[in-house]
């Protein structure tokens, strides 16, 4: 069994004391990816989950806006027949979250709303749950 992760932090800020403020909109400041890999379980099967974890951001130069965080499990399994063959279903967001894959912080204005517009977030979702299977052949 193999356990492995990867934790990076940012302090990430502009230059100088904007009276916006410094802050850089979107930029992460603690990711984690984490996972446990089983190897040659039962005569050749093999997988483990990961987990992909992105925290709060400021989405404006003052910090006053924050998205929320993105945490995304998935699980892998798969079967080593050979040498040659391998076989490898992957199961993608597990837990079905609804959660931004990126957000944005901007004025934007919808067909009937006033012409000044409304400041809110807007966003790019996470895929919902999906699945992939794979065949490797190697020669």
Known sequence: MTFDADLSFSNAR?????????YIPGS???VVAAG???HDLYGGFFGGPRL????????????????EATTLLSAMLGYEFNKT?????????????????????YTSRLPGEDATGVNDI??????????????????
């Open 122 to 139: 807007h966003f790019h979702p996470v895929e919902p749950i999906s699945f992939r299977m794979s065949v490797t052949a190697k020669f």
């Open 36 to 38: 446990a890999t089983f």
């Open 85 to 105: 063959w391998t076989i490898q279903a992957e199961i993608f967001n597990l837990l079905n979250r609804n959660d931004s894959a990126i957000d944005y912080y």
């Open 14 to 22: 502009f230059r100088g004391d904007d009276a916006a403020g410094n």
């Open 28 to 30: 992460i400041e603690s």
């Open 52 to 67: 992909r974890y992105f925290g709060p951001r400021p989405l404006t130069e003052d910090n006053s806006v924050r998205s």
